[in-house]
């Protein structure tokens, strides 16, 4: 039987993977830093799982073989990251990995050249029901993809940093979902794009930015727009206000209202809502079984990191919009 991949996780500053563990029996927790232990779920802080101060205590820790990185400050994720790497571990990382493309191709490398793994936190597609959406326009009943519209709004509270430095902003940690639902789920590379954002709304004297368009050429030749935004009020009952559009030759397939509603129009035919009964692996439980020999990611490192790379861009563009 393959022995369990010995996990760490340093930071807790945006998705740390604690709550989904227990459900993955190729893991075992072994190692902390950085991380409040009172948010391990019942049964998971074992005596066998040491609690480090740093992230050179757990590089140490011979027993460790994966580090989950949520780094407390996101513009120094990318060298966390690196240094991992360089110390012999597979890393698996919170979004962005990276906040320049300098930092994402000295990482890219960096995983290639030590022959460790290297994944970003990048499942959006392969969570319902986006992975059902994926499914359809593999299938080819929509034709080919023409345009896409997408969107993801989280509301704001008084915890989200002003400084961007900490989380990666409204685009790199927010409007990349939206750039994975263009990539990953309808399936078009990006190949062009173009951001404005706003600080309208932002309630306090700050950097945060709090909503942002992004219109992009696909390679196909077809056009996608995307917005994001801390806009998304309590009432809806949602954290994520998500919207998906994917309209093709054939046909359209959507999402709508925070994934809760979707539908398929494929002609003169209104084939109603998906079946997205189906529980998808999730992009942890396949890194895991990528690491003991089961099948290999269903992305390359290219295709993985591509929205990262293009919401890099975005942000840059938006710095100094053309209109």
């Known amino acids: 039987m393959t022995m369990p991949i010995g996990v760490a996780l340093y930071g807790d500053n945006g998705h740390q ?19 409040d232990a009172s948010k391990l779920p019942s049964g998971l802080a074992t005596g066998d799982v040491r609690h480090y101060d740093s992230l050179d205590d757990i590089l140490r820790d011979e027993r460790v073989d994966l580090v989950c990185l949520c780094s407390p400050r996101r513009r120094g994720q990318a060298a966390d990251a690196m240094r991992c790497l360089q110390a012999g571990k597979h890393v698996y990382a919170e979004k962005p990995c990276a906040m320049t493309e300098k930092e994402l191709d000295a990482l890219i490398d960096t995983a290639n050249r030590t022959g460790k793994r290297f994944h970003e936190m990048a499942g959006t597609a392969f969570e319902q029901p986006y992975f059902a959406m994926r499914q359809v326009v593999q299938s080819g009943v929509i034709g080919t993809v023409v345009q896409v519209l997408a969107q993801k709004s989280y509301p704001y509270h008084d915890a989200r940093p002003q400084d961007e430095e900490v989380d990666g902003g409204l685009i790199l940690q927010n409007g990349v979902h939206a750039l994975r639902m263009v990539e990953h789920v309808a399936g078009v590379r990006i190949t062009g794009i173009s951001a404005v954002q706003t600080k309208l ?38 954290w994520g206000n998500e919207t998906l559009r994917i309209f093709g030759t054939l046909g359209m397939v959507e999402a709508t209202d925070g994934g809760t509603r ?26 895991l079984a990528s690491l003991t020999g089961g099948p290999p990611m269903p992305l390359s490192l290219e295709e993985e990191l591509s929205p990262t790379r293009w919401v890099i861009r975005a942000r840059e563009s938006a710095r100094s919009p053309a209109i």
Do not use: K, W
Not at 210 to 238: K, S
Not at 270 to 283: F, I, K, M, Q, W
């Open 17 to 35: 993977v604690h709550n989904e563990l227990p459900q993955q029996p190729r893991a075992r927790l072994v190692a902390t830093a950085a991380f």
């Open 262 to 287: 979707t539908r398929l129009v494929v002609g003169s035919e209104d084939r109603g809502p998906l079946d997205t009964s189906a529980n998808a692996p999730t992009y942890l439980s396949r890194l």
């Open 201 to 238: 709304g932002n309630p306090c004297e700050g950097e945060l930015h709090m909503a942002t368009t992004m219109m992009m050429r696909l390679a196909n030749g077809g056009v996608a727009c995307a917005i994001a935004n801390y806009l998304n009020p309590r009432g809806f009952g949602i």
